[in-house]
């Protein structure tokens, strides 16, 4: 098994994807939002480019309960119903819902990826069920971090790296790219002190400062959730992939 880390999924070459189960990472907030949203009962999200597909889509739906959601630089895209902070997905407002989904990095990333034979979408909230979930694939593995407008995220790339990590201690006969090893070295740097990442992410900082402060507490929490969602590409939605405890199946 070859473990590969794309800091940016502008930096991604589409062909390394065809082989290799792919998590898609965007933890602040992307990727937690929907593990909150499809953990809370939503029943599914069509992740697309922009504000304007977004509303376009919603109307290809007819009979279901559709939400619109999304942000940029951040900020919740006026006249949709809901914006990208995982405390808004809440059980009474997602269940049974389709949510079309826009954001400035974690959509396009979701997209980037439609190429790969299986991808999943991961975060810290669910960093265990991610590496169960991707080798249970018995693939290569490629984390793809989302990345902040093209440049690299510190908190996914620290969630690439722990992920990475888990994934060598459970499959020791694993290689790591040059890539991947940067991304465990810096995972071992702020992985396992919220405190400082949250002080060192430029990202987090700067949803601090737009009022989102609480947002960032709950996307650098570790493995508060199970389920790991899954895109389907060949119906463009992202729906509740399998929950796990201890590695194992349980739903």
Known sequence: MLIDVAPTAEALDPSQLRASTVLVVDVLRASTTMITALANGCAAIVPVADAEEARRRARSFPGATVLVAGERRGQAIPGFHLGNSPLEFTPDRVRDTIVVFTTSNGTRALLAARGAPAVGVGALVNL?????????????????????????????????????????????????TAAAVEAVRVGRQYGHDVAQLAEASPWARHLARVGRAADVVACLMLDTATLVPVYQADVDKVVPGPRYSCGVVVT
């Open 128 to 176: 265990s069920a991610a590496v169960a979930w991707a080798l249970a694939g018995r693939r290569d593995v490629t984390v793809l971090c989302a990345g902040q407008r093209g440049a690299v995220s510190l908190e996914d790339h620290v969630c690439a790296g722990l992920l990475v990590e888990r994934l060598r201690r459970e499959e020791p006969g694993a290689s790591p």
